[in-house]
């Protein structure tokens, strides 16, 4: 089993940031790619961002190319989403994703 455990949502005005993280704890974390996806309202549940086991490739959607970064520790079992320049759009719930385990999310909203 593994547990993931989002932190760091909130309430930011557009143009500024917020930092993601996501704990993870159980099994190996180390092995296998970690990923972002977000829900808004009414909507379904989209990727935003993906890291491999060694950090060495990330890949995003193209809206938030540029603005968002994810990386990650593994000696921290903890992937993180820093996320600038921040829009009204990117409200949604932030969840962390591995393998077929997800955590309960985190809700940013971004007041414009």
């Known amino acids: 089993q593994v547990q993931l455990v989002e932190s760091g949502g909130g309430l930011v005005q557009a143009g500024g940031s917020l930092r993601l993280s996501c704990a993870a704890s159980?099994?190996?974390?180390?092995?296998?790619?970690m990923v972002w996806f977000r829900q808004a309202p009414g909507k379904e549940r989209e990727f935003v961002a993906g890291?491999?086991?060694?950090?060495?490739?990330?890949y995003y959607t193209d809206s938030v190319k540029g603005r968002f970064t994810i990386s990650r520790d593994n000696a921290k079992n903890t992937v993180y989403l820093q996320m600038n320049s921040l829009k009204p759009e990117d409200t949604a719930i932030y969840y962390c994703?591995?393998?077929?385990?997800w955590g309960h999310g985190t809700q940013v909203t971004v007041s414009s």
């Open positions: 994703n591995y393998v077929h385990y």
């Open positions: 159980g099994r190996t974390f180390s092995s296998y790619d």
């Open positions: 890291i491999n086991w060694s950090g060495s490739r990330t």
